[in-house]
DNA sequence: CGAGTACTTGAAAGATCTCAAATTAGGTGG
DNA sequence: CCACCTAATTTGAGATCTTTCAAGTACTCG
């Protein structure tokens, strides 16, 4: 998508000296926590939520390998969101200060990554758009899709058949349904004849239904870098 | 907030070399418009928004003279929203060439620009949470008081009465409910005693609960810049 | 004054939640 | 491998929230 000069990929590569493993079930960051670090995943799921006060939980975000999560630190030095291993995950952490040695070292590397962020942003406007206009059922089959864009992103050989890793009491939370509902539109999914569910695996059936009626775009498809200035020699 | 040596001055402000007026109810930017200019809006109000495969109409974000809008073309090259003029207004066009001169040129203010986006991402989050979470009733007053935050921040005399200038389907669109039941919502809020209304505006008038109920937060009000390195001398 | 848009209200339909209970699945210690 | 324990899933029934449809009122602009 772009490429890389040798000195490029190499201050890349330096980020990440550290590793940190979290297990499942562990908060890798609490909301509202001083903290200067942002991450990508190496390996696992995280997720990025918050809580209201009445304690009901909003799921933000999928985190899955690769994923860049935390950049808010550059504003805040806070995080305004928390952060939790879905599965047993490998995190390198990166200081706000690297970013902007990148900044101020490999500025078409900061421009990849801005762009990155963008897609993400677009993502979440999609998200919001979503939580905003769709029913329940198309929310659910929105969930169901984007995960398995995210798996076959990982591992091209995933088909339509795949293993979510979630419970719909989180899948719920990042609906905004109840993990009850979310089972009932599950199961209407199912019975239209949509997805199929089979000892904790999904089929999606009929993908160009579910996409439509869920709005699903994938945006890191459209995605467009080569308006940005060649690689410096060297 | 962050302090700009003379020649980053400069770079800002050679930015704003051309302006362009926007009347009323005109659209500045269709969805999924080719386009590769970004803007700063520099009086009146706009909309970001997306159209649904339904026809319904999600109210992604209110932008504010100073707020800066559609960043997304650094990735993608054409807009993933639509911009409309609720007022008439005059935005400032920017090609994303000239942000990649800026962070090439420029690397503390590309800083200051990215640490923005990541208060309007912060921003979008917490509207996601809202979206999902929140009672209808809670969503419109979360609408209230943005607005007000934002008028507030163009010009510091405003109190807690103001002119919304937003239609109850505009809100609608924004919280994902229905004219009629925003109307019904404001009416609530009006017999509890939160807010008034009269002729065309309305008063906040249990800030403290009505921030409570709507989970608000002042992103803005929160950014800390001062870990970036000062200014070159120049 | 007249037309159009926005606002307001009522009644009924539809969607989603809550509460409660039954069933299934997975993990652990013996 | 079994027995048990806990978490997750499933289903039903009724309550609550939100939408839809319809009609009437208020406001603004030419």
Redesign the pocket.
């Known amino acids: 998508m772009i490429t890389l000069s040798p000195p490029e990929r190499a201050a890349l590569d330096q980020l990440g000296e550290r590793e940190r493993s979290v297990r499942k079930g562990m908060t890798l960051v609490r909301e509202n926590e001083r903290s200067t670090e942002l991450f990508t995943l190496k390996s696992g799921m995280l997720i990025a939520y918050m809580l209201l006060d009445d304690g009901s939980r909003q799921i933000l975000r999928f985190i899955f390998p690769g994923d860049l999560v935390g950049m808010a630190v550059i504003a805040f030095g806070k995080a305004p969101h928390a952060l939790l291993a879905l599965a047993d995950s490998v995190v390198v952490p990166i200081d706000r200060q690297q970013v902007a040695d990148i900044v101020f070292r490999h500025p078409r590397v900061a421009l990849a990554l801005a762009a990155l962020e963008q897609v993400e942003r677009a993502t979440l406007t999609d998200r919001l758009a979503g939580l905003g206009r769709l029913?329940?059922?198309a929310r659910v089959a929105a969930v169901l899709l984007d995960i398995r864009d995210r798996l076959r992103r990982q591992d091209e050989v995933v088909g339509n058949t795949f293993t979510l890793g979630l419970?719909?009491?989180e899948i719920g939370d990042a609906t905004?349904?109840?993990?009850?509902?979310v089972?009932?539109m599950?199961?209407q999914l199912e019975d239209q004849g949509l997805i199929a569910?089979a000892?904790?695996r999904v089929t999606l059936l009929d993908e160009a239904r579910l996409k439509r009626s869920a709005n699903h775009v994938d945006r890191l498809a459209t995605v467009d870098l080569n308006w940005l200035p060649g690689p410096a020699i060297g």
């Not at 905004?176 to 509902?181: D, E, K, N, S, W």
């Open positions: 029913s329940a059922r419970t719909q009491e905004g349904l109840t993990a009850v509902h089972n009932r599950l199961r569910r000892n904790g």
